[in-house]
């Protein structure tokens, strides 16, 4: 099973490969999808459609997983928010890919085994569940979480 994990944003989407062989894991490819916040907004969500089209042409996932949206203090964050993770549900729907959608939460006790991890906590753990594995960043990380937490959520 190959699943893909994203982690979308309007600045900079992540993105992350897992091969789960039931309880075996391992790392495929990881990446980010930066975007410039001078360039339009279409401009912008058209990159990300584009990048994730690429990804998902180049290592054909079996599924995709994302986190659930949350509801950021600033409206203008989450609406943001929405509009990146709109593309990349498109993307994975154009493409008749499954995805499945996790809560934050669910994905760092996944990881970490609290629901209350902080980021460096669940990178920490990456590092021990894909030892020498280069992550391309923060964002990349995060996406190599949910698929991650994904493979171990089996078919819930």
Known sequence: MII??????????GWGIVRAQGSRLAHVANGEIPTDPADPLPARLALI????AR???AYRPDRAAVEEIFVNKNPQSTLKLAQARGV?????????LPVREHAARL??????GTGAAEKE??????????????????????ALA???????????
């Open 88 to 96: 990349v549900l498109a993307a994975c729907g154009r493409e008749e």
């Open 49 to 52: 459609d584009a990048h994730v």
């Open 55 to 57: 990804v998902i042409a």
């Open 107 to 112: 994905v760092k006790k996944a990881i970490v």
């Open 121 to 142: 906590q669940v990178q920490a753990m990456l590092r021990v569940l894909l030892p020498g594995v280069e992550i391309a960043g923060a964002d990349a990380a995060d």
């Open 146 to 156: 949910v698929a991650i937490a994904d493979a171990h959520l089996g078919a819930r």
């Open 4 to 13: 893909l994990g994203l982690d979308p944003s309007l600045a900079c989407t």
